[in-house]
């Protein structure tokens, strides 16, 4: 480990604890620090107190699913990141996957939002404009409360989304890593596809996925993959259940792939038998919304109108009131309970924003029946300069084994 102190590009002195277990080189961490720092300053904000593990592994490349536990990653302009977590984690964490070289170690029997407080005084922040993640899934309106009594002399604003829109536009080196993890769920999804056949059951072919899955280097994800036959197939998010596959019959495959915490995913559907009717035109409905959408991709391009280019063929095919969900959602760094980006961007209707240049997204028509069937057909997906490229090379198709 070499510890490393230098201006980065946008001025900003920065120290860093460099190692080969860093899967991204320190231009691309000053990249980001800058992006946020400069987003930071947007919001009339002196400091950033960061609770979303995504935006705490996007800053400094630390990891753990232990953020059940407290982290908040203090973020102040002129001055060193801080991460407070509990020490039995951060102590172990920050050294093997981060480059950060300031902790704040908290106890099991301290009360983490103190530690915080008293972290802030420290950098001599208390009378300061500080901004927190309202929109957090792990931000609680105790720990807000908390922070107000424990700082009363500091305003404290809500900068929610101030890492998340670094984070949208991606960098070369993050579309690298997310077709790392495309490969993966390719591979995977293919092997759970060559599985299926009449008599095995869900957790059978489960079993044969995963093993490729793990084979392949995946690592675990923000959700299971979905593995569903027949009429399970029209239950939302449903995963193996011990369904044995019938003669004529199908399976689903929603699967995704982590690499470095980065996803990509994509959603097959195979046969066995006699491919029923109805099946089938819903597959080609689904193909065909699917190459609507990405036909319509382009920088410039209106969330709502890509997506309305989608549902109107799956409306048009007569499956438009099965149709429930949006057309796509931004994928990149994933955590647990997601493995998506869709609470930043989501291709939907109502979405005002525009499609940018490596903008990366997993697009999803599809349609659930329930208690009958259900299918997608997917894609994750690149915003190009000109258009969209999708990043999958498993074949878009129907899998029809004998």
Known sequence: MQKTTRKSPGGHRLSMN??????????????????????????????????????????TGYETPGYYGYHCLVLARGQ?????????????????????????????????????????????????RLGVEKNGWFFTVQEYEALNGLLPHARIV???????????VKSDVEVAMIRK????????????????????????????????????????????NFIASGRRSGACHATWHGRRLNKNDHCIF????????????????????????KLRRLYHATE?????????????????????AGRDVIAKAGFGPWHRHRI???????????????QIFSIRKGEKRVLE??????????????????LVTSASVRVTATGCEVLNTLPIKLYEND
């Open 181 to 224: 993890a495309v490969s993966i769920a390719d591979k995977a999804c293919l092997a759970g596809i060559e599985a299926t056949r009449a008599g095995r059951s869900e957790d059978e072919i489960a079993g044969d996925l995963h093993r490729e899955w793990c084979a392949q280097g995946a690592e675990y994800t923000g959700l299971p």
């Open 328 to 342: 796509g959602y931004s994928i990149g760094v994933n955590y647990p309970p997601d493995w998506g980006e869709g």
């Open 18 to 59: 460099l190692h080969r277990r860093l899967p991204f080189h320190r231009e691309e961490y000053e990249r980001r620090y800058d992006a946020v720092l400069q987003n930071m300053e947007g919001a009339g904000v002196d400091a950033l107190l960061v609770r979303s593990p995504e935006n705490i592994t996007y800053l």
């Open 357 to 374: 240049e490596n903008m990366t997204f997993h697009l999803v028509p599809g349609c659930l029946i329930f208690d009958e069937m259900g």
């Open 80 to 128: 060193q990141p801080v991460l407070v977590g509990r020490r039995l984690e951060i102590e172990t964490n920050a050294p093997e996957f981060s480059w950060l070289t300031r902790l704040a170690p908290a106890q099991d029997h301290h009360v983490p939002v103190e530690v915080t407080s008293r972290t802030i005084e420290k950098m001599g922040l208390s009378r300061h």
């Open 254 to 277: 929603e699967i995704a792939a982590a690499k470095s915490r980065y996803c990509g995913a994509v959603f097959r559907t195979a046969t066995v038998g006699r491919v029923k009717p």
């Open 288 to 308: 065909s919304a699917l190459n609507a959408v990405v036909d319509a991709i382009r920088p410039g391009a209106v969330s709502e109108k890509v997506d309305k």
């Open 158 to 168: 809500d900068a929610s989304d101030t890492v998340e829109a670094a984070r949208l």
